[in-house]
Structures are given as structure tokens and as C-alpha cells.
């Protein structure tokens, strides 16, 4: 079990050696709603390679971190309407968080299910989006 622990503590210090990296990239903005002013961490985008990597990699604020890590707790509503804009993003972890949350409002927000329906992505990024979070 210690082993476990460590390997998981090694990673998390791996991902958060990302930080000033990711906060430049990000203009120290969350990636998704470009919040700022608040706590910015970084995410992995699963599912997560066997090392950490850096383009897998988002840094986000606390509200969006928590929707993407509880699929199952995810609340729709127009709140979410940057993501029009984030599916736009130069950076794939930030298409594919984008359309994983507009894929989760899309039965009950017209504007996501337009958003998708617009969106142009490469097939990677598709299938990196497919892939089971």
C-alpha cells in the first residue's frame, strides 16, 4: 500500500510542477471559464498517461475542476456558455474538457447542442474526448 501512496504522491508532485508553466499558458486564468482572481490548480485531463504530461495538463478554478472531476454531479446552465468559446482553444486538454461539459448539457441546453453541432475538431481530439473519463 505504501508503494501506492507513493507513486500517486510522486505524480501529483509531477503535475503540480506544471504550475508555472501551466499559469503562463493560461495567462493565470482558468482555462475554461477565464476566471481570475481566484485559486488555479492544475488538472489532469483523464484518462491520465503512465507520466504526467504537460499538454494533458489544464489549470483550473475550483468550480470547474469540481465539474470535471464529478461527471455525475454536474449542474447545466447558461453559466456554462464559455465553453462556446473554450471548444475555440488552441490547447486539445481544453477542446476536449469543452466538449466532455457541453456533451453533459447537451440534452437539456439548446446553445450546447449547437456549440457541438458547430464545433469543428481534429479526429484526435474527437477520440481523445470519447475516451472514458
Known amino acids: ?30 482555462e475554461l471559464c477565464e476566471t ?5 490548480t492544475a488538472y489532469e485531463v483523464p484518462p491520465e498517461p503512465k507520466v504526467p504530461d504537460f499538454d494533458r495538463c489544464l489549470f483550473l478554478c475550483d468550480r470547474c475542476r469540481e465539474q470535471a472531476e464529478n461527471p455525475k454531479r454536474f449542474e447545466p446552465g447558461e453559466e456554462w456558455r464559455c465553453l462556446a468559446q473554450a471548444i475555440w482553444s488552441e490547447v486539445p486538454a481544453v477542446q476536449v474538457m469543452a466538449v466532455r461539459l457541453l456533451r453533459r448539457q447537451a440534452d437539456s441546453q439548446n446553445w450546447a447542442r449547437e456549440t457541438l453541432e458547430q464545433a469543428y475538431l481534429d479526429p484526435e481530439i474527437e477520440t481523445w474526448a470519447d475516451q472514458a473519463e
Open 36 to 40: 481570475t482572481g481566484v485559486k488555479l
Open 1 to 30: 500500500m505504501a508503494k501506492g501512496y507513493e507513486s500517486n504522491q510522486e505524480r501529483v508532485r509531477m503535475i503540480a510542477s506544471f504550475g508555472k508553466d501551466l499559469a503562463r499558458r493560461a495567462r493565470s486564468r482558468c
